[in-house]
């Protein structure tokens, strides 16, 4: 009967234990499904904020942004890439990329030509690609693609867009100034705001003699003769405040020692956000115009000098005249007197032929004054 007792009674220890043991189980169980759903709540909710970066990050760039799987499917887009191409939001909820390619080939130049190289890229499948899309409205679009891999297998492409119309514009126009000034006429020199030559066309070559490797990065003090080398201080001081220079006429030294007259309009430079970096100059040859004015002046000096002379000579003559003439004329009116009624015709005839040359005297000397 005591045996009895015993067993039972170790039955109910180990029953116990058994009991105590699966509590403690349980509750490290309950404790551990506690710490992990914590954790997956943290890892969920730090997904969720990456995702919401990563959709802020996609909708803050300024390129258009579409993602396409393996299967020819959209996945995700950004708002740049819908107003870019301009796409309905009917097209947008398929979410299909052939119905997005069709719509956007119609705002394309070549249609087909945009569609048939979207096959080549699908059929070979390349790591990234570059192209330049012109479209109907004049704008340029640049593409570029990337396979997206996740794990090291291709999950689909990434494409991204980005209109580059003001900046193709701003280059072409960059591109005809060049041809300007490398087909000008006139010197176009650039420098810093040290006085440091940056720029130099060919008519710099042709003016003055140096190559542009000769004076780029050098000082333009090495044009200024020596008794204009302040010139240079005045000009830089006017462009630092933002003045022009306009048509200032001085004088220049050439390569080979030549003094050139020369006409310089010098403007500031204005970099992106309208701070002065440096200074734009045109130099244009004036020494035919100098000789022709220096000229001039000799020319007009030597018929003052002819004109002060003449009157001299013509206040000489018409004084040398006087006396002689009021001789003369004296002497035609005594012969009047004395003759009247008794000259024939002829006499008559010669004597006023006298007195007409003897008024024509008069009239000129008093011209002559």
């Known amino acids: 009967m005591a045996k009895r007792k015993d067993e039972e009674e170790a039955l109910r220890s180990v029953a116990l234990q058994n009991a105590q043991s699966i509590f403690l189980a349980r ?16 890892k969920t909710h730090e997904l969720t904020r990456s995702l919401a970066r990563m959709r802020a990050t996609l909708e803050a760039t300024t390129d258009g942004i579409l993602v396409t799987n393996s299967h020819g499917q959209v996945t995700d887009y950004n708002a740049q890439f819908v107003t870019i191409w301009q796409l309905p939001r009917e097209v947008l909820d398929t979410r299909e990329h052939l119905p997005l390619l069709t719509v956007m080939s119609q705002y394309c130049k070549e249609p087909s030509q945009f569609l048939t190289r979207i096959d080549d890229i699908n059929a070979s499948s390349p790591l990234d690609t570059y192209d330049l899309l012109e479209c109907t409205d004049s704008r340029v679009v640049e593409r570029f693609s990337r396979i997206q891999f996740v794990e090291d297998r291709n999950v689909g492409r990434v494409w991204s867009f980005r209109d580059i119309t003001e900046r193709r514009q701003a280059e072409v126009a960059s591109l005809r100034l060049a041809a300007i000034v490398e087909s000008s006429d006139d010197a176009i020199v650039s420098k810093s705001l040290d006085g440091v030559v940056t720029s130099w066309n060919a008519a710099a070559e042709r003016l003055f003699g140096y190559r542009a490797e000769e ?22 001081g006017r462009l630092k405040r933002g003045e022009c220079v306009d048509h200032f006429e001085t004088v220049r030294r050439t390569k080979d020692g030549r003094l050139l007259d020369v006409s310089v309009t010098i403007s500031p430079l204005r970099d992106g956000r309208g701070v002065i970096i440096g200074a734009s100059k045109i130099a244009h040859d004036i020494t035919v115009r100098k000789q022709a004015e220096d000229a001039r002046a000799r020319l007009l000096v030597e018929v003052q000098r002819s004109n002060e002379e003449f009157q ?19 002497f035609l009116q005594l012969l009047n007197r004395r003759l009247q009624g008794t000259l024939d015709a002829k006499a008559a005839e010669y004597l006023a032929f006298v007195e007409e040359g003897a008024q024509r005297l008069r009239h000129l000397g008093t011209e002559i004054k």
């Open 215 to 236: 004076m780029i990065g050098q000082p333009i003090l090495r044009l200024l003769p020596e008794d204009r080398q302040d010139e240079e201080r005045m000009i830089l």
């Open 312 to 330: 001299q000579f013509a206040h000489i003559v018409s004084h040398d005249l006087s006396e002689p003439l009021r001789t003369i004329t004296s």
């Open 27 to 42: 509750q490290r169980a309950e404790e551990e499904l506690i710490r992990t759903k914590e954790a997956l709540e943290v």
